[in-house]
């Protein structure tokens, strides 16, 4: 059969280190790599599935093992991305990725996330059920990715580092006046308020079960006269402030909308403001997101390299002041997440169905792989209207982590005391 030959071809050519068996809908079976580790046995269940692999890998991977179509019966799906990943970094040429991809970029470039899109593209990922997130998330439900001073340190740690790293990149000092641009659960917003000391915050969200949240721990904490988060698109924000962060909601904003987003920005910053926009992005070249990820998981959702992000800022009349390239930080987060979506399988279960769980495993594997073996990274810009706004060298951050990791410990002594 032509697709047995076109995924012996692309299997050869993929897999080098490790070892592949795939048994055919006929019953044939094969094997590809060198015998090592890691192990994985796969199985189509008919052929059509087999010829829906060749013709669109990208997209079928993820939706025939969530139909059960292709079985792994050894292995996990993550131990079958290794295999196809780690050496080619999934560019297969022998199977149509390159057309594919072309025709992709070009509906890309012309979709564009208005307010009522973006509202439902967050609602899809976002207002599930918040029992799900409890599940795999640190306690502050930090659903972006973490810092990683060593490899080994907890979720909780990470998190908490990411959060510490960021403020002292906005120099936020008391009195400020912040604006968070995708809000999430609220965690970011409180930490800016009760460690950094910023004098408000306001948080814009478009997902109503995260606003509900944030509202909720902001008037636990008792911070409702400093702390307020709204439904919002960031297009409707009114105000004028001394800071701006905006952590894991630009992957959500679109191409054709990053003029309006970066000249938004600009307009809430005051003349001596500073931005911090941490937002997961691309090394190579441009070309669109997974589309198994933007159909089911992410709709309108997608992952820029810097020579997309750049003429968008300038054009707005903001200034670069720091970048930063975090690498293999979003792997050894999703690897957290997804160890314990895994171990949490069966409530996870309960909440919804199988064929979510094995969606969910699919994405989290799917993510990790991207930071493991291709291109995916997190960026993290510092942006300015003037130039002069920020120190010369970058020796305050690590001196404002410092400051803020001994307000944490403070913080943390009156709780217990």
């Known amino acids: 059969m032509l697709s047995e030959k076109l995924l012996d071809l692309a299997f050869t050519r993929a897999v080098r280190h490790g070892s592949l068996e795939m048994t055919t809908a006929g019953g044939q079976r094969f094997t590809f790599g060198d015998g090592t580790e890691p192990r994985v046995s796969i199985r189509f269940t008919d052929a059509a599935a087999q010829m829906a692999l060749c013709l669109h890998p990208e997209l079928k991977l993820g939706e025939l093992f969530v139909d059960g179509r292709l079985v792994i019966e050894n292995g996990t799906i993550l131990d079958l991305l290794q295999l196809l990943l780690q050496e080619t970094h999934g560019e297969l040429d022998e199977l149509p990725l390159h057309r594919l991809r072309k025709i992709r970029a070009k509906m890309m470039r012309r979709a564009e996330n208005n307010a009522a899109r973006s509202k439902r593209n967050v609602a899809h990922h976002y207002d599930l059920d918040g029992r799900l997130y409890s599940l795999f998330l640190d306690s502050d439900r930090q659903y972006s990715c973490a810092y990683f001073d060593h490899p080994d340190v907890s979720l909780e740690e990470a998190q908490m580092a990411k959060k510490r790293h960021i403020a002292a990149k906005l120099l936020v000092d008391p009195g400020h006046s912040v604006l968070d641009i995708g809000s999430g659960w609220g965690g970011m917003g409180l930490y800016l308020a009760q460690v950094a000391g910023a004098g408000s915050v306001k948080?814009?969200?478009?997902?109503?079960?995260?606003?509900?949240?944030?509202?909720?721990?902001?008037?636990?904490?008792?911070?409702?006269?400093?702390?307020?988060?709204?439904?919002?698109?960031?297009?409707?924000?009114?105000?004028?402030?001394?800071?701006?962060?905006?952590?894991?909601?630009?992957?959500?904003?679109?191409?054709?909308?990053?003029?309006?987003?970066?000249?938004?920005?600009?307009?809430?910053?005051?003349?001596?403001?500073?931005?911090?926009?941490?937002?997961?992005?691309?090394?190579?070249?441009?070309?669109?997101?997974?589309?198994?990820?933007?159909?089911?998981?992410?709709?309108?959702?997608?992952?820029?390299?810097?020579?997309?992000?750049?003429?968008?800022?300038?054009?707005?009349?903001?200034?670069?002041?720091?970048?930063?390239?975090?690498?293999?930080?979003?792997?050894?987060?999703?690897?957290?997440?997804?160890?314990?979506?895994?171990?949490?399988?069966?409530?996870?279960?309960?909440?919804?169905?199988?064929?979510?769980?094995?969606?969910?495993?699919?994405?989290?594997?799917?993510?990790?792989?991207?930071?493991?073996?291709?291109?995916?990274?997190?960026?993290?810009?510092?942006?300015?209207?003037?130039?002069?706004?920020?120190?010369?060298?970058?020796?305050?951050?690590?001196?404002?982590?410092?400051?803020?990791?001994?307000?944490?410990?403070?913080?943390?002594?009156?709780?217990?005391?």
């Open 203 to 417: 948080g814009v969200t478009l997902s109503e079960e995260q606003l509900e949240v944030s509202r909720k721990r902001s008037a636990t904490a008792c911070l409702q006269d400093r702390v307020h988060f709204d439904l919002q698109d960031y297009r409707t924000t009114k105000g004028s402030f001394d800071r701006i962060v905006s952590v894991g909601m630009f992957e959500h904003v679109g191409l054709p909308s990053y003029d309006a987003y970066f000249q938004t920005c600009r307009s809430l910053l005051k003349e001596d403001g500073v931005m911090l926009l941490h937002t997961i992005g691309r090394s190579g070249t441009p070309y669109p997101t997974n589309p198994w990820i933007t159909k089911y998981i992410f709709p309108g959702g997608h992952l820029p390299v810097l020579s997309e992000m750049m003429p968008a800022i300038e054009r707005a009349g903001l200034v670069v002041t720091d970048i930063e390239i975090l690498r293999l930080h979003y792997a050894y987060t999703l690897k957290a997440w997804r160890e314990r979506f895994m171990a949490h399988r069966e409530e996870v279960l309960r909440l919804y169905d199988e064929r979510f769980c094995r969606m969910w495993e699919c994405y989290l594997a799917m993510s990790e792989s991207a930071f493991r073996w291709q291109d995916a990274v997190v960026f993290q810009l510092q942006l300015a209207r003037r130039n002069d706004v920020v120190p010369l060298t970058r020796d305050y951050i690590a001196e404002r982590e410092a400051a803020l990791k001994e307000a944490e410990q403070n913080m943390e002594l009156k709780r217990s005391a």
